[in-house]
Nanobody, 118 residues
Framework: QVQLVESGGGLVQPGGSLRLSCVGS????????LGWYRQASGKQRELVAL???????VYADSVKGRFTISRDNAKNTVYLQMNSLKPEDTAVYYC????????????WGQGTQVTVSS
């Protein structure tokens, strides 16, 4: 029932910007934490940014000052604004949601490709 649908990925030159969107359905959006993860080729999936149901944000050190996570509960949407993109940001980006409970189930979107290249 829980679904996450992502959009906004694509090809961008170094220094450029992209905004990713993820629309959730099948759950009470405002009660869930939301996160963006990424997985580069040959690498493990890693947390990029997290926003809790209370609006608290956490960022990976590698993206601090460049990326911003936000949520619009009225639209059931979480965003990742990515500025000053670098080639090392190239990865598949995944939307994630989870109730703020240790053992609760995690749900994932299908992923969207972000490629930063000149």
């Amino acid at each position: 029932q829980v679904q996450l649908v992502e959009s906004g990925g694509g090809l961008v030159q170094p220094g450029g910007s992209l905004r990713l969107s993820c629309v959730g359905s099948g759950f009470i959006f405002s009660n869930y934490n939301l996160g963006w993860y990424r997985q580069a080729s040959g690498k493990q999936r890693e947390l990029v940014a997290l926003i809790t149901s209370g609006g608290v944000t956490v960022y990976a050190d590698s993206v601090k000052g460049r990326f911003t996570i936000s949520r619009d509960n009225a639209k059931n949407t979480v965003y990742l604004q990515m500025n000053s993109l670098k080639p090392e940001d190239t990865a598949v980006y995944y939307c994630n949601t989870k109730r703020p409970t240790i053992l609760s189930t995690e749900y994932w979107g299908q992923g969207t490709q972000v490629t930063v290249s000149s």
